[in-house]
């Protein structure tokens, strides 16, 4: 099973600020990580898919990048929606898992 | 618009059985892939199960398997998971997600339902 560790567990920052949140994983693999965020009380939403490729709808200040065992995601500029969970999950290998989550909160 | 309502969850004892549903809509059902991912209070994700389009291709994963049994009637646009023998540990969210492609191999997902809560307790 791969391991994936997401840090940090929470990061306090203030609206503007550029923020990077880091997934490692516990094997190799090439690019077939996911980015989700949640937002309290809602299901997750894909924010990118292929590590990098950001799905529909997705702002531009989302961007991911990666591959092997370190990744990364990184809003350029923090929006107030944009204070939530961020899940990272693999699909490269049975099973599928997740990173713990990284909370995004207002500093 | 693609949308995906879970339904079936409630107050389990534990050793009972519970069947969850999700019904879709808006894409052609039986042309994805579909999952179970659930999330205990306060916890992170956990992924359950998936399902091929077709059917014939299932995924558990250990804490599951051979207790929970996924399926789909793509006649009806609906995915169920059947679970039995049910723990206090499987007391979570249910959500189910629906992948990009056929099979869930190699795909993320893409689309998420908006859950439904099961609480096992005696």
């Known amino acids: 099973e791969i391991v994936m560790t997401q840090s940090p567990a929470t990061l306090s920052v203030s609206p503007g600020e550029r923020v990077t949140l880091s997934c490692r994983a516990s094997?190799?693999?090439?690019?077939?990580l996911a980015w989700y965020q949640q937002r309290p009380g809602q299901p997750p939403r894909l924010l990118i898919y292929?590590?990098?490729t950001r799905a529909t709808g997705v702002p531009a200040r989302f961007s991911g990048s990666g591959s092997g065992t370190e990744f990364t995601l990184t809003i350029s500029s923090l929006q107030s929606e944009d204070f939530a969970v961020y899940h990272c999950?693999?699909?490269?290998?049975?099973?599928?898992?997740f990173g713990q989550g990284t909370k995004v909160e207002i500093k | 618009e693609v949308q995906l309502v879970e339904s079936g969850g409630g107050l389990v004892r534990p050793g009972e059985s519970r069947r969850l549903s999700c019904a879709a809509s808006?894409?052609?059902?039986?042309?994805?892939?579909m999952s179970w991912v659930r999330q205990a209070p306060g916890k992170g994700l956990e992924w359950v199960s998936s399902?091929?389009?077709?059917?014939?291709?299932?995924y558990f994963a250990d804490s599951v398997r051979g207790r929970f049994t996924i399926s789909r009637d793509n006649s009806k646009s609906t995915l169920y998971l059947q679970m039995d023998t049910v723990r206090v540990e499987d007391t979570a969210i249910y959500y189910c997600?629906?992948?990009?492609?056929?099979?869930?191999?190699?795909?993320?997902?893409?689309?998420w339902g908006t859950g439904t809560t099961v609480t096992v307790s005696s």
């Open positions: 997600a629906k992948a990009p492609g056929e099979w869930p191999s190699y795909y993320y997902m893409d689309v």
């Open positions: 808006g894409f052609t059902f039986s042309s994805f892939a």
């Open positions: 399902i091929s389009g077709g059917g014939r291709a299932t």
């Open positions: 094997h190799t693999f090439s690019s077939n």
């Open positions: 292929g590590a990098s």
């Open positions: 999950q693999q699909y490269n290998n049975w099973p599928w898992t």
